[in-house]
């Protein structure tokens, strides 16, 4: 069961719902008994079939391409006719995007990513926590920098190779990302940390921990880069600070 995907479980639920009241419906004598039976059967099967029709790959404008359920979240890839936008999605938030028929990413925020390379003219490699459609990666591997990549979730993997053209040119690793820092002994010039989606934050890759393990993997003249969206000012800016206060414990110049 682990290992099934959400919506077959729900269907399975629903048929044998279904063919408990077909046999409930049998064996009522009653006619009050096999009225409510009726609509218990007809109730099961209206679902079985709703269920099956949400299915389905097409909702006007909107297309899905791809849908898979891992105990990580719900992954899929979505086409949106009407704004020509290809989306990445983990549940109910927005993991990546592109533009359809084109490699152009609709974030320019990555652009800014990709500068991480002029603080260090001379890298060669970097790491890549977290995948998304693997925009990162591309881009930095369009500038001649080898990239290896840490993501946890192996359907965002599939997602970003069949969906957004990401070929890696470095080590995929499939696994958690702090368990991959606590354990790889390699060098980087560049480690952007990038598992910010909106919804679900992973605080203890936000740790200081992580952050020291990070930069034990960076080189004399490496650079770490952490991606996180939140407020500057006010009672919401208090993530922000609080990350601002751990990465300066950590780095000397942040």
């Given at each position: 069961i682990p290992s099934m995907r959400i919506y077959w479980i729900l269907y399975l639920v629903s048929i044998c719902l279904a063919v408990a009241a077909g046999l409930y419906l049998l064996i009522a004598r009653v006619l009050r008994e096999?009225?409510?039976?009726?609509?218990?059967?007809?109730?099961g099967l209206t679902r079985l079939l709703t269920g099956l029709q949400s299915a389905t790959d097409e909702y006007g404008d909107i297309r899905v391409l791809f849908r898979a359920n891992s105990v990580y979240g719900k992954v899929q890839v979505v086409d949106d006719a009407l704004h020509k936008v290809r989306w990445l999605m983990s549940d109910c938030s927005v993991v990546g995007a592109e533009y359809l028929?084109?490699?152009?990413?609709?974030?320019?925020?990555?652009?800014?990513?990709?500068?991480?390379?002029?603080?260090?003219?001379?890298?060669?490699?970097?790491?890549a926590i977290g995948l998304g459609t693997g925009a990162v990666p591309k881009l930095l591997?369009?500038?001649?920098?080898?990239?290896?990549?840490?993501?946890?979730?192996?359907?965002?993997?599939r997602a970003a190779e069949d969906f957004f053209r990401f070929e890696p040119d470095g080590k995929l690793s499939i696994e958690d990302g702090r368990r991959f820092l606590n354990r790889a002994d390699r060098k980087y010039d560049f480690i952007v940390h990038d598992t910010f989606t909106g919804g679900t934050v992973p605080f203890y890759l936000l740790s200081r921990q992580v952050f020291e393990s990070a930069r034990r993997m960076l080189t004399e003249d490496g650079v770490f880069c952490l991606v996180?969206?939140?407020?500057?000012?006010?009672?919401?800016?208090?993530?922000?600070?609080?990350?601002?206060?751990?990465?300066?414990?950590v780095y000397p110049y942040v």
């Open positions: 096999t009225v409510v039976a009726g609509v218990v059967l007809a109730i028929n084109s490699t152009v990413t609709l974030y320019p925020f990555l652009r800014m990513i990709e500068a991480v390379r002029y603080l260090d003219p001379s890298g060669k490699r970097a790491l591997g369009a500038a001649g920098i080898q990239t290896d990549v840490v993501e946890i979730d192996p359907n965002v993997v996180f969206v939140g407020y500057f000012n006010g009672a919401k800016a208090l993530p922000v600070r609080s990350i601002f206060r751990t990465l300066s414990n």
